[in-house]
């Protein structure tokens, strides 16, 4: 890492505060997960045995695919906060894995997992 990239570092309030706030998300993220596979469970178990007119089926697929999105999506985000949580550890937190650039705190509240600084991040979008 440069001279550079060692000065743009989040302060060790700035780190313990992100730090909470991604351990935080990830607590209620697992809830959601853990709600949603409940969830499945008590539906799968109403299915079995029943006669189930086409259109509930329907229905009860859609309603699967929207659950199966919501898991998926939640598994993304523990993994991303994971990351977070070891680039804490490792010191490489809150800087841009591009420019090495400091990520604006603005950013960094408002998805404290992100990799990149707003400018890398459209120029990543972009291509």
Known sequence: MSTRSVANRPSRSELKHFEMLLRN???????DVE???KDEKEASKEISGASIHSADRGTDRSEND???GCHESASLEIQEIDEALERIL???FGLCQTCEEKI????????PYT???LACKKVD???
């Open 25 to 31: 998300r990830r607590q209620a993220l697992l809830k």
């Open 35 to 37: 709600a949603l596979e």
């Open 66 to 68: 929207v659950n199966l």
């Open 90 to 92: 490792d010191g490489s």
């Open 104 to 111: 604006a705190k603005v950013r960094l509240a408002a998805i």
């Open 115 to 117: 990799r990149l600084c």
């Open 125 to 127: 979008e972009a291509s």
